[in-house]
């Protein structure tokens, strides 16, 4: 059964990288979710104003793959103890944040952030919120990496 996931953690270029490596993963696709304003544009989002996180949709074979192993990659990829920032990226379009799609996807994202706070001195900054609409990011950020050959520095 093909599940949906939603994952933000600094610049989603990075971010669909690390998910496109889960051969379990069917799709990644670049965007923006958690915010306010309706079709958001990434000059739009980058500007701040919109609310938004850079996010990564994520659609998955739950046979294959569940959404543990997922969660394990997302906590691996970034400094969840950075709040609304990501290295060099400020501001918080860059928010750590988890966005269900279940009261099952949320339960599993609570655990998983207690167990990973265990791990650091700091904090955890990471935000655990309901999906809300997801707006596709422009074309030319779908696959940034494949595309120029790198992505964002983490």
């Known amino acids: 059964m093909i599940k949906k996931a939603a994952f933000g953690a600094g610049c989603f270029w990075h971010v669909q990288k690390e998910f496109d490596k889960l051969k379990e993963v069917t799709k ?6 958690g915010g306010k304003t309706k079709n958001p544009s990434y000059e739009m989002v980058c500007a701040g104003g919109t609310g938004h996180a850079e996010t990564i949709y994520i659609e998955y074979d ?14 691996k990829m970034h400094n969840p103890t950075e709040l ?3 290295g060099f990226d400020i501001g918080s379009q860059y928010r750590s944040v988890i966005f269900y799609y279940d009261e099952n996807q949320k339960k599993k994202a609570i655990k ?26 422009e074309e030319y950020h779908q696959k940034y990496y494949k595309k120029h050959g790198g992505a964002c520095g983490l």
């Open 28 to 33: 990644t696709i670049t965007g923006f979710m």
């Open 62 to 75: 739950e046979k294959k793959i569940n959404y543990d192993e997922l969660l394990k990659t997302f906590w």
């Open 84 to 86: 609304n920032r990501q």
């Open 112 to 137: 998983s952030k207690e167990e990973e706070q265990k791990k650091h001195k700091n904090k955890i900054a990471t935000i655990i919120e309901p999906a809300g609409e997801f707006y596709k990011a």
